[in-house]
T-cell receptor, first 110, second 116 residues
């Protein structure tokens, strides 16, 4: 089925560890996004990529880096995880009509 | 910058009744898109309804309809004949109309409980 695939679905990290969240879409969308969801705060934009080869900061970029590897793939990296990065992370791709979201990654940093 | 406000953290409704979820937004743009998303316990983000600001007619999708008041910057969601499967978090979201700028700005959400 066409859509957005995120891996992993769950992850527990120790403070200071690094990891990369992977995202791939087969919608042929130009733009891709990373959001984090925290209780009582809705979804907040971390980084986005309007097209292959470009990335820009969103509302809450500190502590994260991204790579738009090609049109399909957009990864999010935590270089040194902190407890404040405990959250649910969503990847999405978009066209002018609408969004397609991945199923989310629940990340816990202990 | 645009902001989206959902002032009802939680709502409940009896099964088969009607409920309205509120959303207000702030923007200086004249054209934009507004959305309601549903997030059930599965965590999946599901598009419920979409409204284009230049269209005066309120969007409708089966039991879901909106009351879009552009001058008041209000965008409420009405769910008719509520069903147990409607229980979820509901998020209101705003998007600019410009190509390459499809960023969504979300409200903080309303948790809807359906009472059998």
């Amino acid at each position: 089925n066409a859509g957005v695939t995120q891996t992993p679905k769950f992850q527990v990290l120790k403070t200071g560890q690094s990891m990369t969240l992977q995202c791939a879409q087969d919608m042929n969308h130009n733009s891709m996004y990373w959001y984090r969801q925290d209780p009582g705060m809705g979804l907040r934009l971390i980084y986005y990529s309007a097209s292959e080869g470009t990335t820009d900061k969103g509302e809450v970029p500190n502590g994260y880096n991204v790579s738009r590897l090609n049109k399909r793939e957009f990864s999010l990296r935590l270089e040194s995880a902190a407890p404040s990065q405990t959250s649910v992370y969503f990847c999405a791709s978009a066209s002018s009509y609408g969004y397609t979201f991945g199923s989310g990654t629940r990340l816990t940093v202990v | 910058a645009q902001t989206v406000t959902q002032s009802q953290p939680e709502m409940s409704v009896q099964e088969a009744e009607t409920v309205t979820l509120s959303c207000t937004y702030d923007t200086s743009e004249s054209d934009y898109y507004l959305f309601w998303y549903k997030q059930p316990p599965s965590r999946q983000m599901i598009l419920v309804i979409r409204q284009e600001a230049y269209k005066q007619q309120n969007a409708t999708e089966n039991r879901f309809s909106v009351n879009f008041q552009k001058a008041a910057k209000s965008f409420s969601l009405k769910i008719s004949d509520s069903q147990l499967g409607d229980a979820a978090m509901y998020f209101c979201a705003y998007r600019s109309p410009y190509f390459g700028n499809e960023k969504l700005t979300f409200g903080t959400g309303t948790r809807l409980t359906i009472i059998p």
